[in-house]
């Protein structure tokens, strides 16, 4: 995270702008509501003509007028006169409260309007006063907020008609591997389609990336490092899948070592994804993911996402912790911490969470109903049913790290250790 | 929902369908994976080969070649043979295990490789089979699910380049209010910028419509009528902002009767949004939302939303029902059920809601922060922290309805009523 820039911002229409980080501190530049307006449809009137209004002795006001919202008063009101004020319109001047519709009396006398007023009202009676929503200077939202539809209505109130926002980072993505067709070609003896490719490509778009998708490469040394070295000129991170590992292709330590680039880590201890590297290379990053679809899935949201988001500010850039309740055994125990794909159920009383399909770093099919994964820290013993777990889901708002629960550690040790990094 | 109709489906390439809603059942084409394969770096070898292999009497097989993934071997394994063999290659023929690369020693005697194997293997020792992720035939997905990152891969990996996807509904939103400046001019005395339209699109836009947004109307009835008319020919849902109420200038309820629309409902027993008129004319939609904007918000999520999703087939298309801890107290009785716009916060131990600001139906400020609303049930009690309250929440999956909960409900005879209608 210490090597996190961001790539600069940019002004996009307001009506483009859902979904992106704004860029900059947002205040009120004037008061909501702009002027003091009538909340109901009614006549404004001045309260102290009603003093002695009562069911026996209504008061009689003349009306000079009727203002619907947008439209201001061309009389003042004064002392026993009314105006009709709908909801909505700014209330005239003299005026100091408003008496909803329903409860005064209309009538005309030779082509005049009054109404008759049974009750007394106080002063400020059903009036929005201005600035009672929001006072102009207060501060609204600030650089690295998520623009959502309710930020978008507050930005159109202050005249906001194209918002400054985060500019997405560029994220190639280059799949290697020679047993790799693409996903119009038909099967062959030996290959399967590119998957990868396309789901890291959605994964990377969800957070807020943009994304240059290149056609996969076979694993050879030289032409994958041309390759690479061309798609690191377009992108700000270039992810590529598969060739990480340290079979007789895998060519991808070797390209990082020619390029000059400072590789962060390359083991992890964990399961699936322990062969994923991560390098920073001119101020631009490379993740070496692993080729096999859960793996690689689990590599993108774990690392990928903090740096994507980080570099639009956004506060919590990393995966949502949450603690569920295991809905299943599982029973295998590894003394690697795993992250299995799982599918976490906010029940209404709770949440749940149950492993999703074939726990194997080459399944595609568990990726299919997983929305989050179980965190389970390396040891000797399996889980039972029941047990709580933390959980990591990448839907909605995000956490800060490291997660705030030993659920997600080996113990309290070893998570003060990593805190300490 | 008994209006609810599909508004079509079409095809759309496999990288633009992020987030769209599957119009077609997916069932596995082929088996995953679709051979025999290595899921190590090693040596496919005849099992039968090892079985008195020792520490002391290792046994010694000719490497005949090397395959790489994606490539198929020229030989056949046969007694006393191995072929060395990488991560996804396919198995051999006459290979029955895999020896992982680090099990094994390596040389090279008269230009020819060999290799020392000490111990046993088990026949199907290192295969990852044919059809252990997914059997051809398997069902996947159904339509109505939307696409993540996890299905595009599965898309991909059964060759679908393009993909079957319900057509986004037109939704068309018109603001009505002659108080209502556009979002680029200066304020004047009495006039408010239009906030609703932009919110009500981003809205809709996260819901999964595509957008029509129409530049604001002043209240005239007869230019409004004719404006309807013409939006309506290009939407399939026409939301309108603000007319719905009883004031002199509200003349959608009279459009609506000009139209000869069916009016479902105009009144509803809840704060805010308790003018919304809902009505469908020749198989489209008119949504009557008000004028204020919180009140608006509400009601697009309330009612909008079950709508524009289930025409997609979503089967959760109603807003999340989840239950949380009242973070403050909320002492303001009121007859009618509340929804009070909140921030829910997922606590790492549970949910903690607490309302957003100024809860008056007029408020742009409390939709800044808000991601739920805080339902209260209508009655003659306020409500304290700590209180466990229901809470709809338009992120993330939905909840099918009626929700779950007496929470949500005055009591379980009111809950009983709704859900025979």
Same mark, same amino acid.
């Given at each position: ?56 002795? +209504?008061?009689?006001?003349? /009306? $000079?007028? %009727?203002? #619907?919202?947008?439209? !201001?008063?061309?009389? =003042? ?71 959502? +539809?309710?930020?978008?209505? /507050? $930005?159109? %109130?202050? #005249?906001?008609?194209? !918002?400054?926002?985060? =500019? ?89 070592? =020619? ?62 912790a949450v603690k569920a309740v295991l809905g299943a055994d599982f029973p295998k125990p590894n003394?690697f911490t795993r992250f299995v794909r799982a599918v976490l159920t906010e029940e209404?009383d709770g949440n749940v969470v149950t492993p999703a399909?074939?726990d ?12 989050s994964l179980i965190v389970l820290p390396g040891g000797t013993r399996g889980w039972e049913k029941g047990s709580e777990v933390g959980v990591l889901s ?9 997660w705030?629960s030993p659920l997600f550690f080996k113990s309290s ?9």
């Amino acid at each position: 995270m210490n090597h996190i820039r961001v790539w600069g911002t940019e002004e996009v229409p307001l009506t483009e702008c859902d979904n992106r980080i704004l860029a900059q501190d947002l205040s009120a530049s004037h008061d909501v509501p702009p002027f003091n307006r009538s909340p109901y449809d009614g006549f404004a009137i001045n309260s102290k003509d009603t003093a002695d209004a009562s069911e026996t002795q +209504p008061v009689k006001l003349h /009306v $000079l007028e %009727t203002i #619907g919202a947008g439209h !201001v008063a061309a009389n =003042k009101v004064k002392s026993g006169t009314a105006i009709r004020i709908m909801t909505g319109a700014q209330i005239p001047d003299g005026a100091d409260a408003v008496i909803m519709l329903e409860l005064v009396k209309e009538m005309d006398e030779s082509g005049k309007s009054f109404i008759e007023i049974k009750r007394t009202v106080k002063s400020n009676d059903n009036i929005s006063f201005q600035g009672e929503d929001t006072k102009e200077g207060t501060k609204l939202a600030e650089a690295g907020t998520r623009i959502t +539809p309710g930020l978008i209505a /507050v $930005l159109a %109130t202050f #005249g906001h008609h194209t !918002v400054s926002v985060f =500019k997405k980072p560029v994220v190639g993505i280059l799949s290697t591997g020679t047993e790799l067709l693409d996903v119009n070609e038909p099967l062959q003896p030996g290959k399967i389609r590119n998957s990868n490719a396309y789901m890291v490509a959605a994964q990377a778009k969800a957070m807020g990336a943009a994304v240059n998708l290149y056609q996969h490469r076979e694993d050879d040394l030289d032409s994958l490092y041309e390759n690479i070295t061309e798609c690191l000129k377009e992108s700000d991170i270039l992810i590529t899948t598969g060739g990480v590992s340290v079979g007789d292709y895998d060519y991808l330590p070797a390209i990082y070592e =020619k390029l000059g680039a400072e590789v962060l880590f390359n083991k992890i201890a964990m399961r699936p994804g322990s062969v994923t590297t991560v390098a920073v290379h001119k101020g631009k990053w490379l993740f070496g993911l692993s080729g096999n679809p859960s793996a690689c899935f689990v590599g993108c949201e774990l690392f990928v996402r903090p740096v994507v988001l980080s570099s639009m500010k956004v506060k919590k850039p990393h995966c949502k912790a949450v603690k569920a309740v295991l809905g299943a055994d599982f029973p295998k125990p590894n003394p690697f911490t795993r992250f299995v794909r799982a599918v976490l159920t906010e029940e209404f009383d709770g949440n749940v969470v149950t492993p999703a399909g074939l726990d194997k770093s080459g399944s595609v099919s568990s990726l299919l109903a997983a929305n989050s994964l179980i965190v389970l820290p390396g040891g000797t013993r399996g889980w039972e049913k029941g047990s709580e777990v933390g959980v990591l889901s990448w839907n909605g708002e995000g956490s800060e790290w490291p997660w705030d629960s030993p659920l997600f550690f080996k113990s309290s040790a070893t998570k003060t250790a990593v805190k300490q990094q």
